[in-house]
């Protein structure tokens, strides 16, 4: 009954319209008020002291990094690296625009960061090139997403922050303790080129049977020549990735790391970008990071009121009851978020969902550095589904088309996500491998 409560206030306040960080506190409060004893001087400490992690000081640092690499040309440099590699393929382009994709994701850790970067040079030159602006949506679309599953990325730290300090009991009643930011962002690797992979077989795909024009070889010279010129901002990936597991540096001081060294290379080193337009870099940064950090704040509290009323514990021993294995609850759980994801922000639903789905999970025997993942692409794919989808409104905006449109054109790489969220939810080692090689499980 509590649980109905909760969930009745904030869905009633959603449906307003209202913002989704101040629906979740006025939920906390309105519940406080009306249905616990809970002193209000311990929601006051509550709201400093659940964002008071050294974990979460990555994500303006992220945030930053991405908004230097965005503005500072180093996605220009990476795509003209990309077509010259796979340009005279079938789709030449969109393959080119894939693969761009993925390298930026690598570095942004933001998925609309990711389909602006790339879609707003490629979207165009795929249109001048003579591919219908269906088909040059689509891909990029659809791998922007892969801003949020290859690291780093943003939802990543997101989920590591909703589990942190979190004791699930597992189901043989062992202790089994949150994952670390380390832990996700090393799953996301293979899952990552996997999913890029599966876009690029279907950009090709659909290329090769509408017969879309190719780009002439390039020689091994013009390569190398885009290699060079990209290969300041491809080394960030080495940077981020070689210095938190090389054990030089922790996640969030790869993040400050990467801010650094993507302004450096934006100003002085490219020099896309002057320094008096530094500022406006840092203030759009700012303002970002205070909206994701508002609404991890009201988060907290909301997991803070569940905890205390026990509802997670209290579900997870019901849904165990019913007889769900881990089966039945994974499907459960992908129809769900892929439900709430066209509806809603993946940082939300993350922060919402994370803490009430993350122990029936461990209850019933799912890795909780699978479960992210599973998440964390669901996430993704509700970045590409109307109405809400992020990733949809930004190719929109770059390619003059309706929203309606852009829905249709991103199909078919949606069903192909929808193929890798099954293979990826019930194959847990394609999630486990890399973490399990390096020792870190």
Not at 98 to 126: D, E, H, K, R
């Amino acid at each position: 009954m509590t649980a109905l409560i909760i969930f009745a206030i904030l869905t009633v306040l959603l449906a307003t319209g209202m913002p989704v960080s101040i629906a979740l506190g006025l939920t906390v409060f309105s519940f406080l008020f009306a249905f616990t004893n809970i002193p209000m001087d311990s929601i006051a400490l509550k709201l400093f002291t659940g964002i008071e992690k050294f974990e979460i000081m990555a994500i303006p640092f992220f945030i930053l990094a991405g908004n230097f690499l965005t503005h500072g040309g180093v996605a220009r440099r990476m795509i003209a690296f990309a077509t010259s590699m796979v340009g005279h393929w079938h789709g030449g382009m969109g393959l080119a625009a894939v693969v761009a994709c993925a390298l930026f994701a690598a570095i942004s850790g933001s998925s609309p960061a990711t389909v602006m970067a790339v879609g707003s040079i490629m979207i165009p030159a795929m249109v001048r090139m003579g591919y219908p602006p269906q088909f040059a949506v689509g891909p990029v679309a659809a791998a922007g997403g892969l801003g949020i599953l290859i690291p780093p990325s943003i939802v990543m730290v997101m989920y590591a922050v909703a589990t942190s300090g979190m004791l699930a009991t597992g189901p043989d009643g062992e202790t089994i303790f949150s994952p670390s930011i380390g832990q996700i962002f090393i799953a996301g690797v293979v899952p990552g080129l996997i999913l890029a992979t599966m876009y690029a077989v279907t950009t090709v795909w659909r290329a090769w049977k509408n017969g879309y024009p190719r780009l002439p070889r390039a020689a091994w010279g013009e390569r190398f020549t885009a290699f060079r010129k990209s290969v300041w901002g491809l080394l960030l990936i080495v940077i981020i990735m070689g210095g938190i597991y090389g054990g030089i540096f922790t996640p969030t001081e790869a993040a400050a790391v990467s801010a650094v060294y993507a302004f450096v290379i934006a100003v002085f080193v490219y020099k896309d970008i002057r320094i008096r337009d530094v500022p406006r870099v840092l203030l759009t940064s700012a303002a970002m990071s205070a909206m994701l950090l508002y609404i991890i704040t009201n988060a907290v509290m909301f997991a803070f009121i569940l905890t205390s009323e026990q509802i997670p514990q209290q579900m997870s021993d019901w849904i165990v009851s019913l007889g769900f294995g881990k089966i039945g609850f994974l499907l459960m759980v992908n129809v769900m978020l892929l439900v709430i994801g066209m509806v809603m922000e993946p940082s939300a639903i993350i922060l919402i969902m994370a803490p009430i789905l993350y122990p029936i999970a461990v209850k019933l025997g799912v890795d909780p550095i699978h479960f992210g993942i599973i998440l964390i692409v669901n996430m993704e794919i509700g970045l590409a589904t109307p109405p809400v989808g992020l990733n949809l409104y930004v190719g929109s905006a770059i390619s003059k088309l309706g929203l309606t449109e852009v829905s249709k054109a991103v199909m078919p790489w949606l069903l192909t996500a929808l193929l890798f969220l099954m293979i990826i939810t019930y194959v847990p080692e394609i999630t486990l491998i890399l973490p399990r090689m390096m020792g870190m499980m």
